[in-house]
C-alpha cells in the first residue's frame, strides 16, 4: 500500500554528473566549454561568505547605521533601472541546485496521491523520470501549453520529453550562481503567460498580450495597445531600448551573433512604426525621439563580426557602452532596457555559456562607470521556461476571470523563470520569496515614477495581476545600500562557487496566508477557510486544492484576499465519511487535512481537533510562531495523544496528552518566519493535519 499521502516524502536527491554515463548531449557541453577555457581564461572559485541584515523596502535607515556618501538611504538614491530579458529557461532548470531557494530539496512540494512528489514525473508508460544534471546542448520542445490538465503538473515528461527534466550543474552555472550568491535571486518569479517568447515579452514591455498564446506576425508594428515606453515618454522620464538592428528591411531580422530575433517587441506596436515618417520627425531625433529611444527603425545591415568574439560583444553592445561613458553624448536614461542577438539571448540550442558571457560584458559596462553601477538596478529575467521543468505551482486564476482567459484558456501564469536582481538595494546574498511576473517590473517602475514627481499607470495590466504579483520592492531595502564593485565568476570557469551554510537570507515579507477546516456532522461536510493577513490593501495569493485520497487528482483553484476570504467544502456523504486534501501556496504554503468524519451525535470516543494560530513576531521579545490548541472533543473517557513532528525547519517531535473535554496549548517555533509541522493522533489513524508556510516577519512601510 502506497504511503499516506498527507505524509511527506524527502525530496528527491538528483543524479550526479558523474553517474549519467556518456551521452552524446553530456559529453558535447562539456567539451564544448573545456574548449573554451583552454584557451586562456584560467577556472577560479570564488568564496563567499555570509552577509546579515535584510530590511524591509522601505524603512528608514537605522540612527546608528553610517550611510555611504552619497546616499540617502531611501528610493530617491536609484537613478537607473537597466532591464535585460533573455530566453528560455525555468528556474529548476538553472538553480534547481542553489542553496537557500525552493529548487530541488524543496519540502513543501505538491504531492501526488501514490506518495511520490512533483519531483518524480511518470511518462506515458509509467517510467518515473527524475531531474538528472546534463550540461550539455539541448533543444526546446514546449509540448502542451498551459492547458488546464497541466495544472495538475504532473504531465511534463508527457508533455515535453524526458530531457524537460535536465538541469545544469552547479559548475556549470557558476557565473550566475556567484551573481545570485552575492546579490539577490526571486524564487517565486513566474512567466506572465502559459505561453512562448512573443505573448510573455509583451507582458514585459505592455503589461498585456491582450490573448495572444503564439509568436506570429513579428516585428510588423501592429499592435494598437499602448507600451510602457510611450507612457514613460509621455510623463517625461527618459528611456532607451538598446539592440543590434543588423537586418534587412521591415521584418528582416537576423537570427545568429548579431540583430534582435525578432525580440525587440517595440517593433510589434503601432505607436513605433516609421513608415511614411520624414527624416526629421520627431519621432526620429536622436537623443529624445520615441522609435529612436526604442531603435525600432526599420532593420538595416549588418556592421558587427558575425561570430562569439569580444569584438562582436563590442558591436552589439556598442550603444550601451557609449552611454555609460562619463560626458557620454546620449547618456544612459532612467529606464532601460537590453536585447540580445540570438546566440547571445540563452535560447536553445544557444548555450548558457554565451549569455553568461553576454550578461557579464553588461555588467562590466555598468561597473566600468561608478557613478552609475552605484546607483542602478539591474534586473535580469527571463521571458519563458521553453517546455524545461519547474516543480513550483504557479498562480492561476479562476475561470472568467476577467482579462486573464482566452476563451476557456488560462493565461497565466505560466511556470517560474529565472530573476536576479543587482544594485547597492539588493547586495549581500538574498532570496526573494514574493510572487513575481513580468509586470512586476513595470509595477516598480510605476512605483518608483510616482516617487520622481512623474506619475504613470500602466492600463493594460489585469485587477488579478495587479493584486497577485508584486512590484520589487520586498525585495530591495533602500535603506541599507551597499555600494561598490563587484569580482563574479569567470563565465568560462568550471568551478562551484564556494558558499556559506548560511549565505542566503530571505527577504522578509508583510503578509502570510492561512488556512484551517471545520467540521460539520450534520450535513457531512469538511470545510477549509483560506485566508490572507496583512500586506498592501489589494495583495491577493492563489491557492490551489487537490484531493490526496478518495477523489480523482484534480487543481481547484481559488484566489484569496484580506477582505475575501475563500472557502473549499468536501463532501463526506460520497466518500464514506473520509477526507484527505492538501491546499498549496507560493513560498512554501501547504496545508493537509485528512480523517473521517463521525456521525452526528456520535461521541463514545475522544475525538481529535486542532486551533491553529499564525502569532506575528513582537519585536526582541517572540518570535514569529504558531500556536496549536489541541483539542478533546466527543465523549469517552480516554485521552487523546498527539504527537506533532517538525517535518522542516525548527521544531522538535512533541508528544502531547489531552485528557477528554480539556486543551493543551503548543507554541511552535518558526525560522525566520517559516514553519512545518505535521500533527496526528492515536484515536484515529486517518486523520492528521499538517501546516506549512512562512509567517509575516517585517509590516509594510511606504516610503513618502
Known amino acids: 500500500m502506497a504511503p499516506d499521502p498527507v505524509i511527506p516524502t524527502d525530496p528527491i536527491n538528483p543524479t550526479p554528473e558523474s553517474q549519467l554515463g556518456d551521452r552524446p548531449d553530456t559529453a558535447t557541453g562539456a567539451t564544448r566549454r573545456r574548449f573554451l577555457q583552454g584557451t586562456g581564461v584560467a577556472a577560479g572559485t570564488l568564496v563567499l561568505g555570509s552577509t546579515a541584515g535584510a530590511g524591509a523596502a522601505y524603512a528608514a535607515p537605522s540612527p546608528r547605521h553610517a550611510l555611504p556618501k552619497g546616499f540617502k538611504g531611501t528610493i530617491a538614491d536609484l537613478k537607473h533601472v537597466v532591464i535585460l530579458m533573455q530566453e528560455n529557461r525555468s528556474f529548476d532548470h538553472y538553480f534547481g541546485s542553489f542553496p537557500g531557494v525552493r529548487g530541488f530539496n524543496d519540502k513543501q512540494a505538491l504531492r501526488f496521491q501514490d506518495g511520490t512528489t512533483v519531483f518524480q514525473q511518470k511518462d506515458a508508460n509509467g517510467t518515473v523520470v527524475t531531474p538528472q544534471v546534463d550540461d550539455g546542448a539541448w533543444g526546446n520542445d ?118 534582435d530575433y525578432g525580440d525587440n517587441e517595440l517593433k510589434y506596436f503601432k505607436g513605433f512604426d516609421p513608415e511614411g515618417l520624414s527624416a526629421d520627425d520627431p519621432k526620429l531625433r536622436p ?29 552589439v553592445l556598442k550603444n550601451l557602452q557609449d552611454a555609460c561613458r562619463p560626458g557620454a553624448e546620449h547618456p544612459l536614461p532612467a529606464v532601460s532596457w537590453i536585447v540580445a542577438p540570438y546566440n547571445w539571448c540563452e535560447h536553445p540550442g544557444a548555450d548558457t555559456l554565451h549569455g553568461e558571457r553576454y550578461v557579464k560584458k553588461v555588467l562590466d559596462i555598468l561597473q566600468g562607470n561608478p557613478d552609475i553601477w552605484d546607483h542602478t538596478l539591474f534586473i535580469l529575467n527571463y521571458d519563458e521556461n521553453d517546455g524545461k521543468f519547474d516543480h513550483v505551482l504557479p498562480p492561476w486564476p479562476e475561470p472568467g476571470t476577467a482579462r486573464e482567459y482566452a476563451g476557456d484558456y488560462p493565461l497565466g501564469f505560466g511556470p517560474r523563470v529565472p530573476m536576479l536582481l ?63 564593485p563587484a569580482t563574479f565568476t569567470a563565465p568560462l570557469a568550471e568551478q562551484p562557487v564556494s558558499m556559506a551554510a548560511d549565505q542566503m537570507k530571505p527577504r522578509p515579507l508583510s503578509f502570510h496566508p492561512h488556512a484551517t477546516i471545520s467540521e460539520d456532522p450534520a450535513s457531512g461536510t469538511v470545510t477549509a477557510t483560506m485566508t490572507l493577513t496583512g500586506g498592501p490593501e489589494d495583495k491577493a495569493l492563489s491557492f490551489q486544492v487537490f484531493p490526496d485520497k478518495y477523489q480523482a487528482f484534480s487543481n481547484t483553484p481559488f484566489t484569496v484576499t484580506a477582505r475575501k476570504p475563500r472557502e473549499y467544502t468536501w463532501d ?91 486543551t493543551k496549548v503548543v507554541m511552535w517555533p518558526t525560522q525566520e518566519g517559516y514553519y512545518d509541522v505535521v500533527v496526528t493522533a492515536d484515536t484515529d489513524s486517518t486523520w492528521t493535519q499538517r501546516y506549512a508556510g512562512r509567517l509575516a516577519t517585517t509590516e509594510i512601510a511606504r516610503h513618502h
Open 142 to 259: 514546449h509540448g502542451a501549453w498551459g492547458d488546464v490538465d497541466h495544472r495538475k503538473w504532473d504531465l511534463w515528461v508527457q508533455h515535453s520529453g524526458t530531457s524537460c527534466m535536465n538541469y545544469h550543474s552547479d559548475a556549470y552555472m557558476s557565473f550566475f550562481h556567484s551573481v545570485a550568491a552575492q546579490y539577490t535571486i526571486a524564487d517565486q518569479t513566474f512567466c506572465s503567460e502559459f505561453g512562448p517568447t512573443d505573448p510573455n515579452r509583451k507582458y514585459l514591455w505592455s503589461g498585456t498580450a491582450n490573448t495572444e498564446t503564439g509568436n506570429t506576425d513579428e516585428s510588423n508594428y501592429s499592435r494598437p495597445w499602448t507600451t510602457v515606453p510611450e507612457q514613460l515618454q509621455q510623463a517625461g522620464i527618459d528611456w532607451r531600448l538598446y539592440s543590434d538592428n543588423s537586418g534587412d528591411g521591415r521584418q528582416g531580422y537576423i537570427s545568429s551573433w548579431v540583430g
Open 287 to 315: 537623443g529624445t525621439g520615441l522609435i529612436w529611444r526604442g531603435n525600432a527603425m526599420y532593420y538595416s545591415g549588418t556592421t558587427s563580426p558575425e561570430d562569439d568574439s569580444e569584438a562582436n560583444l563590442d558591436a
Open 422 to 484: 543587482v544594485s547597492p538595494w539588493s547586495r549581500g546574498g538574498y532570496v526573494a520569496s514574493e510572487v513575481f511576473d513580468h509586470t512586476s517590473t513595470i509595477k516598480f517602475l510605476e512605483t518608483w515614477a510616482a516617487h520622481l514627481g512623474k506619475p504613470f499607470r500602466c492600463p493594460n495590466i489585469s485587477d488579478w495581476r495587479r493584486s497577485i504579483a508584486g512590484d520589487l520592492t520586498s525585495a530591495l531595502d533602500f535603506a541599507h545600500p551597499q555600494p561598490g
Open 572 to 662: 463526506t456523504k460520497a466518500t464514506d465519511g473520509k477526507y484527505a486534501f492538501s491546499i498549496y501556496s507560493n513560498d512554501g504554503f501547504v496545508r493537509s487535512f485528512a480523517g473521517q468524519l463521525a456521525p452526528a451525535g456520535e461521541t463514545a470516543g475522544g475525538l481529535p481537533r486542532v486551533e491553529a494560530d499564525l502569532l506575528k513576531g513582537e519585536g526582541a521579545r517572540h518570535e514569529a510562531r504558531v500556536k496549536l490548541t489541541l483539542h478533546h472533543r466527543g465523549g469517552g473517557s480516554k485521552p487523546v495523544h498527539y504527537t506533532l513532528a517538525a517535518h522542516d525547519y525548527l521544531g522538535r517531535t512533541q508528544k502531547v496528552t489531552v485528557a477528554p473535554g480539556r
